[in-house]
């Protein structure tokens, strides 16, 4: 089994910057895609960001320009970093990672943007 936990989440100031990590660990044997996903209330979850092992990422158009993805395949985190944030930007963040034997999922961190 493989556990992911996130961390970062918090309150921020609209405009301000966070940064949130997932750190994956366990069972694992190579994750392949990893992301960042997020849940309103009353929304669906949706895709935020997601980045191949290669490198390669794809952005939500809502966040393009203002968030970047990365990771650090020795360490088995993703990254999340979260500039010029929007109050419509809050919502649970949840991180996400494939690998050949199954999807996985943190438990979510909470970010809320309000002044």
């Known amino acids: 089994q493989v556990q992911l936990v996130e961390s970062g989440g918090g309150l921020v100031q609209p405009g301000g910057s966070l940064r949130l990590s997932c750190a994956a660990s366990g069972n694992i044997f190579i994750l392949n895609n990893m992301g960042w996903y997020r849940q309103a209330p009353g929304k669906q979850r949706e895709l935020v960001a997601v980045i191949s092992r290669g490198g390669v990422s794809r952005y939500d158009d809502s966040v393009k320009g203002r968030f970047t993805i990365s990771r650090e395949n020795a360490k088995n985190t993703v990254y999340l970093q979260m500039n010029s944030v929007k109050p419509e930007d809050t919502a649970v963040y949840y991180c996400?990672?494939?690998?050949?034997?199954?999807?996985?999922w943190g438990q979510g961190t909470q970010v809320t943007v309000s002044s």
């Open positions: 996400n990672a494939q690998e050949f034997k199954g999807d996985y």
